[in-house]
T-cell receptor, first 112, second 110 residues
Framework: DSGVTQTPKHLITATGQRVTLRCSPRSGDLSVYWYQQSLDQGLQFLIQYYNGEERAKGNILERFSAQQFPDLHSELNLSSLELGDSALYFC???????????FGSGTRLTVV | QKEVEQDPGPLSVPEGAIVSLNCTYSNSAFQYFMWYRQYSRKGPELLMY????GNKEDGRFTAQVDKSSKYISLFIRDSQPSDSATYLCAMNTGFQKLVFGTGTRLLVSP
């Protein structure tokens, strides 16, 4: 157990739907990062939050949004889902980022 | 051109072999270098972390960073079947997002 908790582990949904992925960071970590991993693209950075505030944005689609709550857990919202959104979505947390992140076990999203 | 380049493999070796995994990068501002191991359908697990140039050893694993060549390596000695996984290099400038390589798939056969 890495200390980073992601739920749900698996999600199957239809095109056009909206889903919410949840992440609880490791105790003491203020930064939360969201990554998307697909077979052909590797790990793609989506967004970072630090202590409740958005810190950096990557290749995140406008249909996707995220937030970090006062208790530091984070949610990634994916809407108007397309087949191409099927991927593994990882959350990671860190104290500062210089020594790497700790990843959760991911949420496997399948859009049918 | 990607910021971080990594050969996807697969790299197949017999048990006991020395494995060399490598990445090149283009951003000279990168200062922090990591190696992650990812088993199938699992989250990446941090193996090694190195700051700036030099070597770092941890058991059977050695990480090397050559900033002048923008080249980093991970060596695995006495490789085991349990080392079969995808190895991802990652790097950043500090308090910034990590940039990952696409990963090299390693297969160690008994």
């Amino acid at each position: 157990d890495s200390g980073v908790t992601q739920t749900p582990k698996h999600l199957i949904t239809a095109t056009g739907q909206r889903v919410t992925l949840r992440c609880s960071p490791r105790s003491g970590d203020l930064s939360v990062y969201w990554y998307q991993q697909s077979l052909d693209q590797g790990l793609q950075f989506l967004i970072q939050y630090y202590n409740g505030e958005e810190r950096a944005k990557g290749n995140i689609l406008e249909r996707f949004s995220a937030q970090q709550f006062p208790d530091l857990h984070s949610e990634l919202n994916l809407s108007s889902l397309e087949l191409g959104d099927s991927a593994l979505y990882f959350c990671a947390s860190s104290v500062g980022g210089m020594e790497g992140y700790t990843f959760g076990s991911g949420t496997r999203l399948t859009v049918v | 051109q990607k910021e971080v380049e990594q050969d996807p493999g697969p790299l197949s070796v017999p048990e006991g072999a020395i494995v060399s995994l490598n990445c090149t990068y283009s951003n000279s501002a990168f200062q922090y270098f990591m190696w992650y191991r990812q088993y199938s359908r699992k989250g990446p697990e941090l193996l090694m972390y190195t700051y700036s140039s030099g070597n770092k050893e941890d058991g059977r694993f050695t990480a090397q960073v050559d900033k002048s060549s923008k080249y980093i390596s991970l060596f695995i000695r006495d490789s085991q079947p349990s080392d079969s996984a995808t190895y991802l290099c990652a790097m950043n400038t500090g308090f910034q997002k990590l940039v990952f390589g696409t990963g090299t798939r390693l297969l160690v056969s008994p």
